[in-house]
């Protein structure tokens, strides 16, 4: 394969994105569009794609952009939505608000409903949570003992370690500076499955 130009590996991407967004692909006149081209101008950087074998083009159609299979990710990926911030402190208050998507690979991530949310605070600091970091949830309504879970306690949503005990549910910090959580009324939104943290 050539290498692309600078100008060609965004129309790839945004090509990629698309497909992942919409499951077809751009039209040529999409292309042109989002990068402010004609539609001749988008025409041939489409047509340079196809020449340095990145994508193919099946002419007889008008949404016709196929992805090499090296290209396309999407096959081993999987677009997680961000539903906002969870407090790893003091519960506060989440509504469940899109914020764009995480594309995480496939091999990383169990089967189920997943969702993402963006930590604030230090309570978990002592499981390797940080403020800042993107936790991946699974949806489930139960936890077993010991697992990190994220749940809603009085309209506020926190990330703790859950335990049943007797008579209540102790929801508990990894941070003796936060004090645990008891309740009885509790309910689990999703377990924790893995952390993404960005650095810089």
């Known amino acids: 394969m050539k290498t692309l130009t600078k100008r060609q590996s965004e129309i790839l991407q945004f090509i990629r994105e698309y497909i992942q967004d919409n499951q077809y692909p751009p039209a040529i006149r999409e292309i042109g569009r989002n990068f402010n081209i004609s539609v001749k101008g988008a025409y041939d950087h489409v047509k340079a794609l196809e020449k340095k074998q990145v994508i193919s083009i099946n002419h007889n159609k008008s949404r016709a952009i196929i992805l090499t299979p090296e290209e396309d990710s999407s096959k081993d990926t999987q677009k997680v939505p961000i539903l906002g911030n969870v407090a790893a402190g003091l519960p506060l208050f989440a509504e469940e608000n899109y914020d764009g998507s995480l594309v995480l690979p496939m091999d990383v991530l169990k089967k189920g409903n997943l969702f993402a949310l963006r930590v604030e605070g230090e309570s978990m600091i002592g499981a390797g949570i940080f403020d800042g970091d993107m936790a991946v949830f699974v949806q489930q309504p139960i936890a077993e003992n010991g697992e990190i879970v994220v749940a809603m306690v009085d309209e ?6 859950f335990f049943k005990e007797k008579n209540r549910i102790r929801l508990q910090a990894e941070n003796l500076a936060y ?18 943290r960005q650095y810089g």
């Open 156 to 161: 506020a949503v926190t990330l703790k370690r």
């Open 179 to 196: 004090p645990s959580i008891f309740t009885q009324d509790v309910k689990i939104l999703g377990k924790l499955i893995t952390i993404i």
